[in-house]
C-alpha cells in the first residue's frame, strides 16, 4: 500500500511507486496524499488529500486484502500524518518503509511547516526502513552534527532501519550508509550518473517496499532495490526540460531495441 503524492509528469509520486513495485513483482494500492502542480523543473504548489477520504480508502483495502507492506512518501499535511499514524497502529505487524520526502528537486518545500515534528513523533516510531537522503535527514534529525549522528537520532525516534542516501553529497561516487542497531550495517558505493532526476528517492523506497512484500529480509531488500534503482536512472530519459525521467521497466526492453 502506498501512500503517495500525485505528480502529474508521471516522474515521481504515485506513479513511481506503483511502476517500481510491480517492477518487482507486487501489487501497488496506491492512496494519493497530495496534488500537485509540477514539472520536471520544480513544483508551482500542491494540496494536502482530505484526511477522512484517505482513512476510508485505505481501510476499504486493508480489511479487503492481505497488504504485505506500507509504503509512504509525501505526506503534504498534519492532518494526514495523524491519519496514517491511526492506520499504522491498527495494522503493526505490516513493514512500513518511509521515504520522508521534504523538498522537491527545486528546493520547494512539500509538506506544511509543523508536519516535519509530527513526522519524527508520529511516523518514525512505527517506520520499518527509513530511506532519507542526507539532506532530509539532517532536517529530521536537526540536532545532529554529522551524518551518523542523524542516523542514531533518527533510531532513537523508533527507525529499526535508516538507509540515508549520498547523492546531494560531493563525493566521486555515490555512498549510501546503511544503520541499525545504532551502528553502520553497511556502505554501499554506486557510480556517480551524470544527470539529475526525478523520482529516484520514490523509486528506491517503493521497490524496497515491492521486495519486502515477497518477505524478503530488509538487508537484502534494500541491497536488491539500490541495484534495480540504479539501472533505472542509468536508462532515464529526459522528457521535459528538468530532471530525467527514471526508466523503471528497463527490464522489459531487449537490448537490441534500445
Not at 532501519?161 to 556502505?187: K, P
Request: glycine share 6%.
Amino acid at each position: 500500500m502506498c501512500f503517495s503524492g500525485l505528480d502529474p509528469t508521471g516522474g515521481a509520486g504515485i506513479q513511481a511507486d506503483i511502476e517500481a513495485i510491480t517492477s518487482m513483482g507486487s501489487h501497488a494500492t496506491p492512496i494519493i496524499t497530495a496534488h500537485t502542480v509540477q514539472t520536471t523543473e520544480n513544483v508551482m504548489r500542491f494540496e494536502a488529500q482530505d484526511p477522512m477520504l484517505l482513512i476510508e480508502q485505505s481501510r476499504a483495502v486493508l480489511d479487503d486484502m492481505d497488504v504485505k507492506a506500507i509504503k509512504t512518501g509525501m505526506l503534504a499535511s498534519v492532518e494526514i500524518i495523524e491519519a496514517i499514524h491511526s492506520l499504522l497502529v491498527d495494522y503493526p505487524d505490516i513493514p512500513v518503509v518511509v521515504d520522508p520526502v521534504l523538498c522537491a528537486g527545486d528546493g520547494r518545500e512539500l509538506i506544511e511547516q509543523d508536519a516535519k515534528a509530527a513526522i519524527r513523533n508520529l511516523i518514525l516510531p512505527l517506520t520499518t526502513i527509513l530511506t532519507p537522503n542526507s539532506i532530509e535527514a539532517r532536517q529530521l534529525a536537526s540536532e545532529a552534527d554529522s551524518l551518523t549522528a542523524c542516523a542514531s537520532a533518527l533510531q532513537d525516534h523508533g527507525c529499526e532501519y535508516v538507509l540515508i542516501t549520498g547523492t546531494h553529497e560531493q563525493s566521486d561516487d555515490v555512498v549510501n550508509t546503511l544503520y541499525a542497531n545504532h551502528r553502520v550495517m553497511e556502505t554501499f558505493h554506486w557510480e556517480r550518473l551524470p544527470n539529475e532526476y526525478h523520482g529516484s528517492g520514490c523509486t528506491l523506497a517503493a521497490s524496497i517496499a515491492g521486495l519486502i512484500a515477497h518477505g524478503l529480509e530488509p538487508f537484502t531488500a534494500i541491497n536488491e532495490a539500490q541495484h534495480y534503482t540504479w539501472q533505472s536512472l542509468q536508462h532515464a530519459y529526459p522528457l521535459g526540460r528538468g530532471q530525467w525521467i527514471p526508466n523503471r521497466f528497463f527490464w522489459a526492453r531487449d537490448e537490441q531495441d534500445e
